[in-house]
């Protein structure tokens, strides 16, 4: 494939929606997943996860490449589709396209969300990272102040951490129409002390560079 990375981000990010975080927010009412080992899994229902390559249902591990988000929540016993109502943008993928997970993509973007995570976690200690099933990042929320990892989009194709500020810096350090983003692979390749550095020395510019 011509972009291994951007297949295996649409094909994950279309289980998150469809197969978990849609059929959780439909029995539970919310759509909050979490980063689990190897990929995520939902906050509360079903007892699902993404690991790798693979959905796994209980003890049973199911290929997510060459099957459907249809296929893959038959399998699981849930109702296939994204949470209804609650935003319009997302994968776009629909139920019965067939998906495709790269190995190596998928490893890199697992520990690109654990390494948020667990930055997330010494920035905010109060907070729990969610793995939010509309953007497909990792972040927490706090005091005006949004942290975060995304595992790429059009603004840039590839993860990067972020940081929005309370409201809008100026000077070359804000490279982001939303506050500042750095690719995770200048992080280090995904470490989590350099993703926490990163959050840190953001949240202290935001204090103290010039306001737009």
């Not at 693979?54 to 589709?81: F, K, N, Y």
Request: charged fraction near 25%; charge should be negative; proline fraction near 10%.
């Amino acid at each position: 494939m011509n972009d291994p990375l951007g297949a295996t981000r649409h094909s994950l990010h279309a289980v998150a929606e469809l197969v978990l975080a849609g059929p959780q927010h439909r029995r539970t009412g919310t759509i909050r997943l979490l980063v689990s080992p190897g990929g995520f899994r939902p906050l509360k229902h079903p007892e699902l996860r993404v690991d790798g390559v693979d959905l796994v249902v209980g003890q049973t591990r199911l290929a997510i490449t060459g099957r459907s988000c249809a296929e893959l929540a038959a399998a699981a016993g849930v109702d296939v589709g994204a949470p209804r109502g609650l935003y319009d943008d997302g994968s776009g993928a629909e139920p019965d396209e067939v998906l495709h997970v790269d190995p190596e993509p998928a490893r890199w973007l697992a520990d690109c969300w654990a390494a948020g995570d667990a930055a997330l976690r010494r920035v905010v200690p109060s907070e729990q990272p969610i793995l939010w099933p509309e953007h497909f990042d990792v972040g927490v929320f706090v005091d005006g102040i949004g942290y975060g990892v995304s595992p790429g989009d059009a603004f840039l194709p590839e993860p990067y951490a972020y940081l929005t500020p309370r409201s809008p810096r100026t000077g070359a350090y804000w490279n982001a129409p939303f506050g500042v983003a750095r690719p995770m692979r200048e992080l280090d390749r995904a470490d989590p002390d350099a993703v926490y550095a990163f959050f840190t020395q953001a949240r202290d510019r935001a204090d103290t560079d010039p306001a737009a």
